[in-house]
């Protein structure tokens, strides 16, 4: 499923730990504002973002907030402004900057924030799951996961274009797993500043805030016209979708990685399909992989954006199996079902050959995910699906 | 350069500024509100060549019913509590724009307006933050109506000893809010920052050279601005100038300013008018014996000795 590489580019990889990384490719993308707050496991990308303003590599503005909540508003304040900006936090941040996430969207602001995916307490937990990232499904912004470091690097480098697009204009979150994938040194490819610069020009936008041309930005909006407002926005994310799209052929072209809303790996013919999201999915995909070599007809499909959801995109990936098993990294609690797999069953209840689908919730306050259990759970969607039978989400790797 | 050299045009009854208001006629604030005086004589001083930022609250949703606005500035709203945040973050954004030659060089104040919900209660940490963190244009300005009258008349940290409000009431067993106000000013103070000050609408020129003051000289400002509010403190619509005045010559609401550490009291007030006179006009009082009021007016007078020290001990300027 590993994009393909440029092939000048492979010789240029360098082992990096990810976070870091990030950073770099806000440095190459001359973001102009970071406002932060620091939070287990988002520390590193903030602390090397500081330490390149402070070596004057990334001439910014770096905002040291004394809140997430305040981190937030600032990026507000400095993208209203008209300067690019960029900020980072993982769960307990993620809530309480929460508030600001929904103004930020319907302000049209073009945010781009790294979410250092981690548990939500409690219990209080710093580890990995997506708990934080499905509390803030709602808020309108644009979200993506990320699988790999490249992938990472190159997300937050195409983030800053898709959210600064005139026909989006939305703020982009970029998802990548906490320590999992935070924390690891990978070999990754840092574009050169000059194709980055040609990629990504320098920002500027009428939409801002300006002596010479007075705008009120976050006005009241009563009865009268908030549905219309909500609308605008529901249309403006939706709409987005193909822009992505186009943003991530237009980087296949400079930097020769290609990316899609969805990815399948080794899903023709495939009678199972595994659904994820993020980088569990590189353990689903060896597990695929052994599976198939047993024989066994057994594909994946990963969301890589998550927010507008790729309603057609995911249907054509997922046609022709006959059964489904979603994973989800967060609960519903007080649900059957875990919100990934409450989405995908709601799209597919109007197909007319819908397969069978179970969800599978795992991988909870940074449980290991071995590939056994990508396994079992193909197993027991087999068996869910011969039986006909339709329960409530399965937990793998729980302690009885 | 010390701050109280910063050079600023002085707004005089002669040189007081012309021309339409910088905040449209045509908002919806009460009749009366001495919130909204205050804030159109502010950023009638300060022209329009300035952002502005504003905290939910009564003046943030008078102004700005959409698709209307009376804003003829640059302005933003994002929430209640973090008016500091944004505009500290406006602030940042306009620097490294100036500094990469994207904008003219030279100085915008961004002004936040928040009341004094929005400052001594739910905003606190994000002003606090905004002052400690040095940002160079930044005046936040806190219309302390002393109640949250947005959402009718609740009380906050800065609503008076003794004053009835929806959530501390006068009752059989109850004289009302039971707490001493919030000094947010030293509060402010305590972050050792350029500028500090007190304002009232009643004093309308000092204000607005106040205003000025503080957009003029580099680092943060914060201003504590008196807004009187007849709905909230049930008086007549027509009492907010003179009970701003009141305010200030009972020494309930003293006017002094704090620059680079030196107190300077602006209105000495030897010989107050008795406490009686402000308190029993506004109804919010009107249960307090003449007892409580001996109380609170021994209160008054101790708070405004030790400013009144303050500004003895301190006559020079501390760093």
Redesign the interface.
């Given at each position: 499923m590993s994009a393909p590489k440029g092939k000048s580019d492979s010789a240029r990889a360098i082992g990096l730990e990810v976070s870091l990384a990030i950073a770099e490719a806000v440095k190459l993308a001359e973001a102009?504002?970071v406002?932060a707050y620091p939070i287990t496991p988002q520390t590193h990308i903030v602390e090397h973002l500081s330490e390149l303003v402070a070596n004057g590599e990334l001439?910014?503005?770096y905002?040291?907030?004394?809140?997430e909540?305040?981190a937030m508003?600032?990026?507000?304040?400095?993208?209203?402004?008209?300067?690019r900006?960029f900020t980072s936090t993982s769960s307990q941040g993620l809530l309480l900057m929460a508030?600001?996430l929904y103004?930020a969207s319907i302000?049209r602001l073009p945010i781009v924030m790294a979410m250092v995916n981690r548990a939500i307490s409690g219990p209080i937990n710093i580890w990995n799951d997506h708990s934080d990232a499905m509390s803030v499904r709602d808020c309108g912004w644009i979200q993506v996961f990320a699988e790999t470091g490249q992938e990472a690097v190159d997300l937050t480098i195409m983030s800053f274009r898709i959210a600064e697009d005139p026909g989006v204009l939305l703020p982009l979150i970029v998802n990548l797993d906490g320590f999992t994938l935070s924390h690891f040194i990978e070999p990754v490819i840092l574009p050169e500043a000059a194709e980055v610069r040609r990629f990504l020009p320098p920002y500027?936008t009428a939409h801002k805030?300006?002596?010479q041309n007075?705008?009120?930005?976050?006005?009241?909006?009563?009865p009268e016209?908030y549905t219309e407002a909500r609308r605008a926005l529901d249309l403006a994310l939706t709409g987005a979708k193909p822009r992505i799209q186009r943003v991530f052929d237009d980087f296949a072209k400079v930097f020769g990685r290609q990316y899609k809303l969805v990815e399948t790996y080794r899903t023709e013919g495939a009678e199972t399909i595994l659904v994820t999201m993020g980088s569990i999915s590189e353990t689903a995909m060896t597990a695929v992989d052994e599976m198939r070599e047993a024989g066994q007809k057994v594909g994946l499909v990963r969301l890589r954006l998550w927010r507008p959801f790729p309603v057609e995109e995911f249907r054509a990936a997922v046609a022709g199996a006959k059964n489904l098993a979603v994973i989800d990294r967060a609960m519903i609690l007080g649900f059957p079902e875990g919100p990934v797999a409450t989405e995908i069953r709601a799209l597919l209840y109007h197909e007319k050959n819908r397969p069978h689908m179970t969800n599978f919730i795992l991988g909870l306050g940074g449980r290991d995910v071995p590939r056994s259990h990508f396994k079992h759970i193909v197993e027991r969607v087999r068996e869910l699906g011969a039986s006909g039978r339709q329960g409530r989400y399965e937990l793998v790797g729980v302690l009885e | 350069m010390k701050s109280a050299e910063v050079q600023f045009e002085k707004v005089t009854a002669k040189t007081f500024p012309k021309g339409p208001d910088s905040l449209a006629p045509g908002h919806r604030a009460c009749q009366g509100c001495g919130e909204v005086l205050a804030l159109r004589l502010m950023v009638k001083a300060l022209g329009?060549?300035?952002?502005a930022?504003?905290a939910t609250g009564c003046m943030?949703?008078c102004t700005?019913?959409?698709?209307?606005?009376a804003?003829?500035?640059?302005?933003?709203?994002?929430?209640f509590?973090?008016a500091?945040?944004?505009?500290?973050?406006?602030?940042?954004?306009?620097?490294?724009?100036r500094?990469?030659g994207?904008m003219p060089d030279r100085r915008?104040p961004v002004v936040a307006f928040a009341g004094d919900g929005g400052t001594a209660d739910i905003g606190l940490?994000?002003l606090?933050?905004?002052l400690?963190?040095y940002h160079e244009n930044l005046v936040y300005v806190c219309l302390d109506n002393e109640a949250y009258m947005n959402t009718g008349i609740q009380r906050s940290s800065a609503t008076p000893f003794g004053a009835s409000t929806t959530t501390s009431p006068a009752g059989k067993v109850s004289k009302g809010q039971n707490t001493w106000k919030k000094n947010m000013p030293a509060i402010a103070a305590a972050h050792n920052i350029p500028y500090v000050a007190t304002a009232s609408p009643a004093y309308h020129l000092d204000m607005m050279n106040k205003i000025r003051r503080a957009a003029a000289i580099p680092g943060p400002a914060y201003l504590h601005v008196y807004a009187p509010c007849p709905t909230g403190w049930r008086m007549k619509s027509e009492l907010a100038v003179e009970s701003a005045r009141l305010a200030v010559k009972s020494r309930v609401f003293p006017l002094y300013e704090v620059i680079d550490g030196r107190y300077i009291l602006n209105q000495k007030v030897d010989e107050p008018v008795p406490l009686g006179d402000y308190l029993k006009p506004q109804g919010r009082f009107r249960h307090l014996s003449e007892q409580d009021i001996a109380l609170i007016s021994e209160r008054v007078n101790r708070e405004y000795e030790h400013l009144a020290k303050l500004a003895e001990t301190f006559s020079e300027p501390s760093f």
């Open positions: 102009e504002v406002a001439t910014a503005e905002v040291p907030v004394e809140s909540q305040s508003s600032a990026c507000i304040g400095a993208a209203a402004a008209g300067a900006t508030e600001m103004i302000l500027e805030l300006d002596i007075p705008l009120s930005l976050g006005a009241l909006g009563g016209i | 329009l060549d300035f952002m930022v504003s943030e949703v700005s019913p959409f698709p209307q606005s804003w003829r500035m640059p302005w933003i709203h994002v929430a509590e973090n500091a945040a944004v505009a500290g973050g406006v602030d940042a954004g306009n620097v490294i724009r500094r990469k994207k915008i940490q994000a606090s933050g905004a400690e963190r």
